[in-house]
């Protein structure tokens, strides 16, 4: 019966009229690529950012890549970063010539163990890349003390994290980089595109030639390449969605929360002992609330992936799973990661499953996703 209802993803982006009229007026402007608009929103992505340089990108994996480049790390570097993320996060090690070194999770928080990521510094060690898995920032006092007392740059890898805060304070308008992604899931999408939080006009400088084929431009017609740089700008079609969308942040992030809220009141204090399952940590005035994930059972009435199909047929609610062990996969197993290294990331990414969390979401959807959770688990 719940069947019938109309399917219920786990994720959708909203866009607003003004926002799709706004994307018309770039389209019949005659300028469609890098132009006004990333300047516009760099500007307003800089103010959100207390005033740091914040330049835009077409994803929120070139702007790791790029941070690791404008560091100086490459070949014979390590960089240390969690298992548990989307493989952009490792991929990017790779990408620039370092080395990639994984620190186990928290089984609570899920992301990276800040004493296991201390005990994997070695003398290669260069940098680390956190990663805020749902939009739950780690431990960032810790987090500092630590790259401070090795003198390791810091990547955060944000991009499921704009609008959450530590203290208080905006992730993003404080510590070294800080990566963000606009991918059309992100509470805050351009289509797909990222950003990335820079410390000086040194670094901003160097990231825009990093962002386009290397060239500087002078006067009327002086143009010069002296690095290698890519093709990584943002278009204005993009750059006019985010602007749209940014200026729904705080009320999004607020309507976020109360639906993380009412997914714990529906819950209810005594679902994890009586399914055996895990809720996320209620990290109210931290996170963004970008994803709402729950651990199954471990001996549960099934797999993950017959409590996902079972969850679509027989209530037509959506999930997804993030993320399988980066560790685990072909490519990484090639240079000698293998089962076991990482227990904590293994069994989170056997059991993770995402639920339907989104800007559009009512109360009523949440209620929906419980009932259709407990339901299967039941059983
Ligand atoms: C989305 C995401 C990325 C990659 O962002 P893209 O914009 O898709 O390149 C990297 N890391 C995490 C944790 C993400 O969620």
């Known amino acids: 019966m719940t069947a019938e209802l109309p399917f219920l993803p786990f994720s959708r982006p909203t866009i607003d009229e003004e926002t799709i009229a706004a994307v018309g007026e770039v389209l019949r402007s005659g ?39 404008i ?29 990639p070194v994984f620190a186990d999770i928290d089984p609570l928080t ?50 499921q994290a704009l609008g959450s805060q530590w203290k208080g304070k905006p992730i993003g308008a404080f510590g070294d980089f800080v990566s963000f992604s606009f991918q059309a899931n992100k509470n805050i999408t351009t289509g797909e595109g990222g950003a990335l939080v820079l410390n000086n006009a040194d670094e901003a400088r160097l990231a825009e030639k990093y962002r386009l084929q290397g060239v500087t431009r002078s006067g009327v017609d002086g143009i010069d390449v002296d690095v290698l ?28 929360a109360s639906l993380a809220q009412h997914y714990f009141d529906c819950f209810g204090d005594d679902f994890e002992a009586k399914y055996g399952a895990q ?10 609330w970008h994803l709402f994930q729950i651990i199954l059972p471990d001996n549960g009435p099934g797999t993950r992936a017959e409590f996902m199909t079972r969850l679509q047929k027989e209530h037509n609610v959506g999930t997804g799973y993030h993320y399988a062990p980066i560790h685990l996969f072909t490519m990484y197993r090639e240079r000698g990661f293998t089962e076991g290294m990482f227990p904590v990331s293994e069994k989170i990414g056997r059991l993770t499953v995402t639920l339907p969390m989104f800007n559009a979401m009512s109360k009523a959807d949440v209620e929906r996703a419980v009932a259709a959770v407990k339901a299967v688990l039941a059983k």
């Open 31 to 69: 300028w469609i690529t890098t132009g006004p608009k990333n300047q516009a929103f760099e500007a307003l992505l800089s103010e959100y950012c207390g005033g740091r340089p914040v330049r835009t990108f077409n994803s929120g994996t070139c702007t790791m890549e790029i941070a690791l480049r």
């Open 71 to 99: 560091a100086g790390i490459g070949p014979g570097d390590e960089v240390i970063t969690t298992p548990i993320s989307w493989v952009a996060t490792a991929n990017v090690i790779i990408e620039v010539g370092a080395t």
């Open 110 to 159: 899920r992301n990276i163990d800040l004493d296991k990521l201390e005990a994997a510094i070695t003398p290669r060690t260069r940098a680390i890349i956190p990663v805020y898995l749902s939009g739950l920032p780690v431990d960032m006092d810790r987090l500092y003390d630590i790259a401070r007392k090795h003198n390791l740059r810091v990547v955060e890898d944000a991009a």
């Open 229 to 256: 740089g890519g093709k990584y700008n943002m278009s204005d079609i993009n750059a006019a969605i985010g602007l749209g969308q940014m200026k729904n942040l705080e009320k999004l992030t607020a309507h976020r």
């Open 279 to 288: 809720l996320p940590m209620k990290a109210f005035g931290s996170s963004n």
